[in-house]
């Protein structure tokens, strides 16, 4: 229980972040995806249960504050969650360059398909310009804040198996 209060409490802050704080410290008018680093990191943390669910809730968030129709970005963060669950295996704490290549793949493909149900299906074809202009500079911002950032969730994570550990015995 105090781990899914834990992991709640940590997206909405996530979220908070990401649509009012990071707004202010924009550069090329893209924020980065904090909820995709979340899901991406408990993903690879915890498999893919964990990875579906923080992103089926983040995802949902999203949709219910700023999406037209309710479920495109939770399943987008659902499925990216779920797939980053299948590296649950070969993740190890101490790497870090895992995580900084999945962050960069798992952008590029949210914003590909962001880019594929909310432009490209209304007629707006001009694919380059939204590389150039959003996926590219997003992805950078994003991984430079993984930097930083997924250490806390490193942390926060080892802390509740800490927790569950302590409770079992």
């Given amino acids: 229980m105090k781990r899914c209060i834990t992991i709640g409490i940590l997206i909405v802050i996530c979220?908070?972040?990401q649509s009012t704080v990071f707004h202010f410290l924009e550069l090329s008018g893209v924020v980065p995806n904090l909820l995709l680093i979340v899901t991406m990191s408990f993903g690879l943390m915890r498999g893919r249960r964990e990875g579906l669910l923080v992103g089926f809730f983040s995802g949902l968030l999203v949709d219910i504050f700023f999406g037209s129709v309710l479920g495109?970005?939770?399943f987008i963060y659902m499925t990216l969650g779920y797939v980053n669950g299948f590296f649950h295996r070969i993740y190890y704490v101490e790497d870090v360059l895992l995580p900084m290549i999945m962050i960069s793949l798992n952008?590029?493909?949210y914003n590909v398909i962001v880019y594929i149900i909310f432009f490209l299906l209304r007629n707006r074809l001009d694919f380059m310009t939204y590389l150039v202009n959003v996926i590219l500079p997003e992805m950078i911002y994003t991984i430079l804040i993984t930097l930083f950032?997924?250490?806390i969730l490193v942390r926060i994570n080892?802390?509740?198996k800490r927790v569950k550990e302590a409770e079992q015995l």
């Fill in 107 to 109: 952008d590029f493909f």
């Fill in 72 to 74: 495109a970005y939770a």
């Fill in 15 to 17: 979220f908070l972040l």
């Fill in 149 to 151: 950032f997924y250490k």
């Fill in 158 to 160: 080892l802390r509740l």
